[in-house]
Protein backbone atom coordinates (compact mmCIF):
# COMPACT_ATOMS: atom_id res chain seq x y z
CA UNK A 1 0.00 0.00 0.00
CA UNK A 2 1.31 3.28 -0.65
CA UNK A 3 2.71 5.67 1.88
CA UNK A 4 -0.13 8.69 2.77
CA UNK A 5 1.81 12.05 2.82
CA UNK A 6 -1.23 13.87 3.80
CA UNK A 7 0.17 17.03 6.33
CA UNK A 8 -1.78 19.01 8.29
CA UNK A 9 -1.70 22.11 5.86
CA UNK A 10 -3.26 19.57 2.73
CA UNK A 11 -6.99 18.56 3.80
CA UNK A 12 -9.74 21.01 2.98
CA UNK A 13 -13.20 20.95 4.22
CA UNK A 14 -16.57 21.34 2.85
CA UNK A 15 -19.49 22.59 5.40
CA UNK A 16 -22.80 21.74 5.47
CA UNK A 17 -24.26 24.07 7.76
CA UNK A 18 -27.59 22.38 6.85
CA UNK A 19 -27.19 19.27 6.56
CA UNK A 20 -28.73 16.95 4.00
CA UNK A 21 -31.68 19.76 4.55
CA UNK A 22 -32.65 21.57 0.19
CA UNK A 23 -35.20 24.05 -1.45
CA UNK A 24 -35.01 21.60 -4.16
CA UNK A 25 -35.89 17.46 -4.94
CA UNK A 26 -33.78 16.82 -6.97
CA UNK A 27 -34.23 12.92 -8.40
CA UNK A 28 -30.71 12.42 -8.53
CA UNK A 29 -29.41 13.63 -5.28
CA UNK A 30 -27.24 11.58 -3.39
CA UNK A 31 -27.46 13.84 0.28
CA UNK A 32 -30.80 14.00 0.33
CA UNK A 33 -30.83 10.38 1.41
CA UNK A 34 -29.33 10.87 4.20
CA UNK A 35 -32.18 12.18 5.80
CA UNK A 36 -32.80 8.92 7.42
CA UNK A 37 -29.12 8.50 8.66
CA UNK A 38 -28.90 12.06 10.16
CA UNK A 39 -32.64 13.44 10.77
CA UNK A 40 -32.53 12.11 14.68
CA UNK A 41 -28.47 13.48 15.07
CA UNK A 42 -28.38 16.39 12.68
CA UNK A 43 -29.19 20.00 13.66
CA UNK A 44 -31.64 21.97 11.67
CA UNK A 45 -28.07 24.69 11.74
CA UNK A 46 -24.77 24.64 12.56
CA UNK A 47 -25.36 26.37 15.99
CA UNK A 48 -23.40 29.91 16.21
CA UNK A 49 -20.93 28.04 18.93
CA UNK A 50 -19.91 25.32 16.82
CA UNK A 51 -19.88 27.45 13.78
CA UNK A 52 -17.30 29.54 15.60
CA UNK A 53 -15.27 27.25 16.84
CA UNK A 54 -15.39 25.26 13.19
CA UNK A 55 -13.90 28.79 11.75
CA UNK A 56 -11.30 29.09 15.07
CA UNK A 57 -10.59 25.58 14.39
CA UNK A 58 -10.04 25.14 10.57
CA UNK A 59 -8.43 28.49 10.57
CA UNK A 60 -5.20 27.61 13.00
CA UNK A 61 -5.04 23.99 11.34
CA UNK A 62 -3.69 25.50 8.35
CA UNK A 63 0.12 26.82 8.33
CA UNK A 64 -0.71 28.09 4.27
CA UNK A 65 -1.32 31.93 4.33
CA UNK A 66 -4.18 30.79 1.93
CA UNK A 67 -7.33 29.78 3.19
CA UNK A 68 -10.40 28.81 1.59
CA UNK A 69 -13.92 27.95 3.47
CA UNK A 70 -16.30 25.85 1.13
CA UNK A 71 -20.08 25.46 1.95
CA UNK A 72 -22.04 23.19 0.60
CA UNK A 73 -25.41 20.88 1.73
CA UNK A 74 -28.28 20.14 0.95
CA UNK A 75 -28.78 23.76 -0.07
CA UNK A 76 -26.40 26.27 1.91
CA UNK A 77 -28.83 29.54 1.56
CA UNK A 78 -31.14 27.21 3.70
CA UNK A 79 -28.73 28.86 6.92
CA UNK A 80 -29.98 32.33 6.00
CA UNK A 81 -27.77 35.75 5.84
CA UNK A 82 -27.27 36.17 9.00
CA UNK A 83 -25.44 33.06 9.17
CA UNK A 84 -22.64 33.98 6.45
CA UNK A 85 -22.85 37.22 8.62
CA UNK A 86 -21.21 35.57 11.61
CA UNK A 87 -19.23 33.64 9.34
CA UNK A 88 -17.42 36.52 8.01
CA UNK A 89 -17.15 38.09 11.65
CA UNK A 90 -15.76 34.61 13.05
CA UNK A 91 -12.93 35.03 9.77
CA UNK A 92 -12.09 38.42 10.40
CA UNK A 93 -11.84 37.78 14.21
CA UNK A 94 -9.27 34.31 13.73
CA UNK A 95 -7.69 35.40 10.67
CA UNK A 96 -4.29 36.08 12.07
CA UNK A 97 -2.94 37.47 8.90
CA UNK A 98 -3.95 34.67 6.59
CA UNK A 99 -5.70 35.44 3.53
CA UNK A 100 -9.44 34.36 4.13
CA UNK A 101 -11.72 33.10 0.74
CA UNK A 102 -15.14 31.66 0.53
CA UNK A 103 -16.66 29.40 -2.52
CA UNK A 104 -20.37 28.89 -1.98
CA UNK A 105 -21.89 26.07 -3.74
CA UNK A 106 -25.85 26.76 -4.40
CA UNK A 107 -28.77 25.71 -6.50
CA UNK A 108 -29.27 29.72 -6.31
CA UNK A 109 -32.98 29.46 -6.14
CA UNK A 110 -32.93 31.77 -3.16
CA UNK A 111 -30.47 34.19 -4.33
CA UNK A 112 -31.76 37.88 -4.77
CA UNK A 113 -29.84 41.19 -4.50
CA UNK A 114 -29.77 41.05 -0.56
CA UNK A 115 -27.76 37.72 -1.47
CA UNK A 116 -26.05 39.40 -4.40
CA UNK A 117 -25.26 42.15 -2.59
CA UNK A 118 -23.41 40.73 0.47
CA UNK A 119 -21.58 38.03 -1.83
CA UNK A 120 -20.34 41.09 -3.74
CA UNK A 121 -18.96 42.66 -0.49
CA UNK A 122 -17.12 39.90 0.83
CA UNK A 123 -16.07 38.27 -2.26
CA UNK A 124 -17.67 35.00 -2.42
CA UNK A 125 -17.00 32.81 -5.34
CA UNK A 126 -20.20 31.25 -6.35
CA UNK A 127 -21.04 27.53 -7.55
CA UNK A 128 -24.20 27.65 -9.09
CA UNK A 129 -25.72 23.79 -10.09
CA UNK A 130 -27.44 24.01 -13.70
CA UNK A 131 -27.33 21.21 -16.15
CA UNK A 132 -27.45 24.14 -19.25
CA UNK A 133 -30.46 23.16 -21.53
CA UNK A 134 -33.41 23.84 -19.55
CA UNK A 135 -35.37 21.05 -20.47
CA UNK A 136 -32.93 18.75 -18.82
CA UNK A 137 -32.29 20.62 -16.03
CA UNK A 138 -36.05 20.94 -15.47
CA UNK A 139 -35.94 16.80 -15.87
CA UNK A 140 -34.67 16.07 -12.39
CA UNK A 141 -33.64 19.73 -10.73
CA UNK A 142 -37.12 20.54 -9.26
CA UNK A 143 -38.70 22.75 -6.61
CA UNK A 144 -40.36 20.27 -3.52
CA UNK A 145 -43.60 20.41 -5.24
CA UNK A 146 -42.71 19.59 -8.51
CA UNK A 147 -42.16 22.64 -10.21
CA UNK A 148 -39.23 23.39 -13.12
CA UNK A 149 -36.17 25.47 -11.68
CA UNK A 150 -33.78 26.60 -14.93
CA UNK A 151 -35.90 30.31 -15.27
CA UNK A 152 -35.43 30.71 -11.80
CA UNK A 153 -32.06 30.02 -11.82
CA UNK A 154 -30.71 32.00 -15.25
CA UNK A 155 -32.78 35.19 -13.58
CA UNK A 156 -29.87 34.41 -10.39
CA UNK A 157 -26.97 34.35 -12.61
CA UNK A 158 -28.15 37.54 -14.24
CA UNK A 159 -28.03 39.12 -10.92
CA UNK A 160 -24.44 37.53 -10.07
CA UNK A 161 -23.49 39.28 -13.37
CA UNK A 162 -25.08 42.74 -12.47
CA UNK A 163 -23.22 42.93 -9.46
CA UNK A 164 -20.16 41.38 -10.82
CA UNK A 165 -19.66 38.22 -8.71
CA UNK A 166 -17.07 35.36 -9.43
CA UNK A 167 -19.24 32.64 -10.10
CA UNK A 168 -19.05 28.65 -12.07
CA UNK A 169 -21.18 26.01 -13.04
CA UNK A 170 -21.23 22.69 -11.92
CA UNK A 171 -23.41 20.29 -14.42
CA UNK A 172 -24.38 16.80 -13.57
CA UNK A 173 -23.93 14.51 -16.60
CA UNK A 174 -26.72 11.64 -16.52
CA UNK A 175 -28.93 9.31 -18.70
CA UNK A 176 -30.51 12.20 -19.95
CA UNK A 177 -27.79 14.36 -21.46
CA UNK A 178 -24.37 12.42 -21.87
CA UNK A 179 -25.02 12.37 -25.57
CA UNK A 180 -25.71 16.13 -25.68
CA UNK A 181 -22.31 17.38 -24.87
CA UNK A 182 -22.30 20.17 -27.57
CA UNK A 183 -25.40 21.55 -26.51
CA UNK A 184 -24.76 21.47 -22.89
CA UNK A 185 -21.74 23.35 -23.46
CA UNK A 186 -23.08 25.65 -25.86
CA UNK A 187 -26.03 26.35 -23.29
CA UNK A 188 -23.29 26.98 -20.50
CA UNK A 189 -22.13 29.47 -22.72
CA UNK A 190 -24.45 31.53 -23.19
CA UNK A 191 -25.76 31.57 -19.66
CA UNK A 192 -21.82 33.63 -19.31
CA UNK A 193 -20.17 30.84 -17.38
CA UNK A 194 -16.37 30.47 -17.70
CA UNK A 195 -15.71 28.13 -15.45
CA UNK A 196 -17.33 24.84 -16.24
CA UNK A 197 -17.00 21.51 -14.18
CA UNK A 198 -19.24 18.08 -15.15
CA UNK A 199 -19.79 15.72 -12.85
CA UNK A 200 -20.73 11.92 -13.23
CA UNK A 201 -23.62 10.87 -11.26
CA UNK A 202 -22.94 7.36 -10.86
CA UNK A 203 -25.60 5.92 -7.84
CA UNK A 204 -26.05 1.87 -7.15
CA UNK A 205 -30.16 1.81 -6.93
CA UNK A 206 -30.92 2.12 -3.07
CA UNK A 207 -27.83 2.11 -1.40
CA UNK A 208 -28.62 1.95 2.19
CA UNK A 209 -26.40 0.67 5.17
CA UNK A 210 -23.63 1.55 7.96
CA UNK A 211 -21.06 1.66 5.13
CA UNK A 212 -21.24 1.90 1.25
CA UNK A 213 -20.72 -1.50 -0.32
CA UNK A 214 -22.55 -2.72 -3.20
CA UNK A 215 -23.96 -6.27 -3.86
CA UNK A 216 -22.28 -7.53 -7.06
CA UNK A 217 -25.42 -7.77 -9.03
CA UNK A 218 -25.95 -4.21 -7.75
CA UNK A 219 -28.13 -2.21 -10.02
CA UNK A 220 -27.55 1.12 -10.81
CA UNK A 221 -29.82 3.85 -10.55
CA UNK A 222 -31.88 4.92 -13.50
CA UNK A 223 -30.79 8.71 -13.34
CA UNK A 224 -27.13 7.46 -14.01
CA UNK A 225 -25.02 8.34 -17.02
CA UNK A 226 -24.20 5.27 -18.98
CA UNK A 227 -20.57 3.59 -18.91
CA UNK A 228 -19.06 4.82 -21.42
CA UNK A 229 -21.19 7.95 -21.66
CA UNK A 230 -19.47 10.04 -20.04
CA UNK A 231 -16.63 9.64 -22.09
CA UNK A 232 -18.74 10.95 -25.09
CA UNK A 233 -20.02 13.67 -23.40
CA UNK A 234 -16.76 15.00 -22.55
CA UNK A 235 -15.07 14.29 -25.70
CA UNK A 236 -18.01 16.78 -27.56
CA UNK A 237 -17.14 19.43 -25.28
CA UNK A 238 -13.72 19.01 -26.17
CA UNK A 239 -14.48 19.37 -29.26
CA UNK A 240 -16.80 22.67 -29.28
CA UNK A 241 -13.82 24.01 -26.63
CA UNK A 242 -10.92 23.84 -28.98
CA UNK A 243 -12.44 25.53 -31.67
CA UNK A 244 -12.17 28.74 -29.98
CA UNK A 245 -12.27 28.58 -26.33
CA UNK A 246 -8.74 27.06 -25.37
CA UNK A 247 -7.64 30.04 -22.39
CA UNK A 248 -10.97 32.11 -22.40
CA UNK A 249 -13.26 29.05 -21.18
CA UNK A 250 -11.74 27.00 -18.30
CA UNK A 251 -13.49 22.93 -18.09
CA UNK A 252 -12.01 21.94 -15.04
CA UNK A 253 -11.65 18.32 -16.69
CA UNK A 254 -9.05 19.64 -19.44
CA UNK A 255 -7.72 22.21 -17.16
CA UNK A 256 -6.63 19.18 -14.87
CA UNK A 257 -5.74 16.98 -17.60
CA UNK A 258 -3.46 19.82 -18.73
CA UNK A 259 -1.66 20.36 -15.60
CA UNK A 260 -1.25 16.58 -14.99
CA UNK A 261 0.77 16.34 -18.45
CA UNK A 262 2.85 19.36 -17.65
CA UNK A 263 4.03 17.03 -14.50
CA UNK A 264 1.61 18.11 -11.89
CA UNK A 265 -0.45 16.85 -9.06
CA UNK A 266 -3.98 16.59 -9.90
CA UNK A 267 -6.13 19.53 -8.59
CA UNK A 268 -8.99 16.52 -9.20
CA UNK A 269 -9.44 14.18 -6.07
CA UNK A 270 -10.50 11.40 -8.73
CA UNK A 271 -7.45 11.84 -10.63
CA UNK A 272 -5.13 11.99 -7.32
CA UNK A 273 -3.07 8.88 -6.55
CA UNK A 274 -4.97 9.32 -3.14
CA UNK A 275 -7.74 10.93 -1.37
CA UNK A 276 -8.97 12.00 1.83
CA UNK A 277 -7.43 15.27 1.68
CA UNK A 278 -11.00 16.80 1.22
CA UNK A 279 -13.48 16.06 4.53
CA UNK A 280 -16.72 17.31 5.39
CA UNK A 281 -18.06 18.82 8.49
CA UNK A 282 -22.09 18.49 9.14
CA UNK A 283 -24.64 20.80 10.78
CA UNK A 284 -23.73 19.07 14.24
CA UNK A 285 -19.50 19.14 14.18
CA UNK A 286 -19.17 15.52 12.58
CA UNK A 287 -16.50 15.09 10.89
CA UNK A 288 -16.94 12.72 7.48
CA UNK A 289 -14.01 11.10 5.04
CA UNK A 290 -15.15 12.23 2.07
CA UNK A 291 -18.63 14.19 0.75
CA UNK A 292 -19.07 10.99 -1.44
CA UNK A 293 -19.12 8.39 2.00
CA UNK A 294 -21.01 10.26 4.83
CA UNK A 295 -21.52 6.75 6.63
CA UNK A 296 -21.27 6.14 9.81
CA UNK A 297 -18.51 3.94 8.84
CA UNK A 298 -16.86 6.90 7.69
CA UNK A 299 -17.55 9.17 10.74
CA UNK A 300 -14.10 10.59 12.40
CA UNK A 301 -15.87 12.19 14.93
CA UNK A 302 -16.47 15.24 16.38
CA UNK A 303 -15.11 19.10 16.29
CA UNK A 304 -16.43 19.56 19.87
CA UNK A 305 -14.90 16.55 21.56
CA UNK A 306 -11.36 16.13 19.10
CA UNK A 307 -8.90 18.42 17.59
CA UNK A 308 -10.08 19.03 13.72
CA UNK A 309 -6.52 18.72 12.79
CA UNK A 310 -6.47 15.40 14.60
CA UNK A 311 -9.26 13.78 12.49
CA UNK A 312 -8.27 15.06 9.70
CA UNK A 313 -4.69 13.21 10.07
CA UNK A 314 -5.77 10.28 12.12
CA UNK A 315 -4.55 6.74 10.95
CA UNK A 316 -9.00 6.24 9.65
CA UNK A 317 -8.35 9.08 7.25
CA UNK A 318 -5.05 7.51 6.41
CA UNK A 319 -6.38 4.33 5.46
CA UNK A 320 -9.29 6.08 3.57
CA UNK A 321 -6.89 7.96 1.62
CA UNK A 322 -4.75 4.93 0.99
CA UNK A 323 -7.28 2.71 -0.18
CA UNK A 324 -7.29 4.65 -3.54
CA UNK A 325 -4.57 3.34 -4.36
CA UNK A 326 -3.83 0.10 -2.41
CA UNK A 327 -7.13 -1.12 -4.05
CA UNK A 328 -6.81 -1.11 -7.59
CA UNK A 329 -7.24 -3.84 -9.68
CA UNK A 330 -4.41 -5.31 -12.21
CA UNK A 331 -6.58 -4.11 -15.10
CA UNK A 332 -5.91 -0.65 -13.65
CA UNK A 333 -1.97 -1.31 -12.70
CA UNK A 334 -1.48 -2.51 -16.46
CA UNK A 335 -3.16 0.49 -18.11
CA UNK A 336 -1.30 3.10 -20.58
CA UNK A 337 -3.27 5.93 -18.53
CA UNK A 338 -2.95 4.43 -14.91
CA UNK A 339 -0.94 7.61 -13.64
CA UNK A 340 -4.07 9.98 -15.14
CA UNK A 341 -6.90 8.29 -12.99
CA UNK A 342 -5.73 6.09 -10.66
CA UNK A 343 -8.62 4.03 -10.88
CA UNK A 344 -11.08 7.01 -10.31
CA UNK A 345 -13.26 7.62 -7.56
CA UNK A 346 -13.27 4.61 -5.51
CA UNK A 347 -16.70 4.85 -4.72
CA UNK A 348 -17.11 4.58 -8.16
CA UNK A 349 -15.44 0.77 -8.11
CA UNK A 350 -18.59 -1.55 -8.43
CA UNK A 351 -17.40 -3.64 -11.35
CA UNK A 352 -16.84 -6.81 -10.59
CA UNK A 353 -13.98 -8.41 -12.83
CA UNK A 354 -13.02 -12.68 -13.06
CA UNK A 355 -9.74 -13.14 -11.35
CA UNK A 356 -9.58 -9.67 -9.90
CA UNK A 357 -9.46 -9.23 -5.85
CA UNK A 358 -10.70 -5.79 -6.00
CA UNK A 359 -13.56 -3.92 -8.36
CA UNK A 360 -13.56 -1.54 -11.40
CA UNK A 361 -14.18 1.90 -11.81
CA UNK A 362 -17.48 1.91 -13.39
CA UNK A 363 -15.86 4.52 -15.64
CA UNK A 364 -13.26 2.90 -16.69
CA UNK A 365 -14.18 2.92 -20.54
CA UNK A 366 -14.90 6.91 -20.08
CA UNK A 367 -11.65 7.51 -18.66
CA UNK A 368 -10.29 5.64 -21.47
CA UNK A 369 -11.85 7.50 -24.11
CA UNK A 370 -11.16 10.94 -22.80
CA UNK A 371 -7.57 10.57 -21.98
CA UNK A 372 -7.08 8.56 -25.26
CA UNK A 373 -8.74 11.36 -27.17
CA UNK A 374 -7.25 14.58 -25.88
CA UNK A 375 -3.67 13.20 -25.37
CA UNK A 376 -2.35 14.41 -28.80
CA UNK A 377 -4.20 17.79 -28.14
CA UNK A 378 -2.57 17.96 -24.68
CA UNK A 379 0.75 17.12 -26.13
CA UNK A 380 1.10 19.96 -28.41
CA UNK A 381 -0.21 22.35 -25.68
CA UNK A 382 2.44 21.10 -23.34
CA UNK A 383 5.07 21.70 -26.06
CA UNK A 384 3.53 25.70 -26.41
CA UNK A 385 4.06 25.92 -22.60
CA UNK A 386 6.80 24.23 -22.67
CA UNK A 387 8.24 26.57 -25.25
CA UNK A 388 7.40 29.35 -23.64
CA UNK A 389 3.96 30.08 -24.79
CA UNK A 390 0.59 29.35 -23.64
CA UNK A 391 -1.58 26.94 -24.66
CA UNK A 392 -3.93 28.64 -26.91
CA UNK A 393 -1.09 29.04 -29.49
CA UNK A 394 -1.55 25.15 -30.22
CA UNK A 395 -4.92 25.94 -31.54
CA UNK A 396 -4.34 25.88 -35.32
CA UNK A 397 -3.01 22.46 -35.38
CA UNK A 398 -5.45 21.38 -33.00
CA UNK A 399 -7.89 22.28 -35.01
CA UNK A 400 -6.36 20.39 -38.15
CA UNK A 401 -5.93 17.35 -35.88
CA UNK A 402 -9.73 17.00 -34.52
CA UNK A 403 -11.29 18.70 -37.54
CA UNK A 404 -14.07 16.19 -38.57
Known amino acids: MAKSHLQPTQFHMMAKPVSYRCNLKCDYCFYLSKEGMMAEHSSERMSDSMLKRYVRDYISSQDTKEIDFAWQGGEPTLAGLDFYRQVVKYQKMFAEGKNISNSFQTNAVAINRQWAEFFYENNFLIGVSIDGIPEIHDRYRVSVNGQPTFERIKHSIDLLKEYQINFNTLTVVNDRNWNKGKETYLALKALGSEFIQFIPIVEIDAQQGERYSPDKDARMAPFSVPAHGYGQFMTDVFNEWIKKDVGKVFVRM ?136 IAAHAVSRLLKLYSH
Open 254 to 389: FDSLLAMWLGYPSPLCILSKECGQALVIEANGDIYSCDHYVYPANKLGNIAKTQLSKLATSKQQRRFGNAKYGCLTNLCHCCEFHGLCYGGCPKHRILTIEGEKHKQNYLCSSYKHIFEYTAPAMHMMVEEIQRGG
